[in-house]
């Protein structure tokens, strides 16, 4: 299969992307931030701060806790509790 080369013009334009200095990736069409969520790294935390498990992924910890993705998204933006197999338990991003 031959694929064609894209048109000049649709590569002289100026991009719609921005990076910035943190290396965040900025979409000028959108007017927002890029994010792949599916690459946060996430913990499980109990009630006292320890850490119970660690993720590579919102899913691989929703997986677990037997929740929606959704859901373990909304729990980690909001700080909020989940209970599993009776204990109170907190999803919080790892900060690198």
């Given at each position: ?70 859901r373990?998204g ?5 700080g ?17």
């Open positions: 299969m031959i694929l064609n080369p894209p048109p000049p013009w649709l590569l002289s334009g100026p991009s719609n992307l921005e990076i910035q200095e943190d290396g965040r990736i900025f979409i000028k069409s959108l007017n927002k931030y890029y994010s792949d969520k599916s690459k946060i790294k996430v913990e499980l935390h109990n009630e006292l701060g320890l850490v119970i498990s660690t993720w590579d992924s919102i899913s691989d910890c929703a997986k677990y806790l037997g929740i929606t993705r959704q373990a909304t729990l980690l933006q909001k909020s509790p989940v209970r599993f197999e009776d204990k109170v338990l907190y999803i919080k991003k790892v900060i690198t």
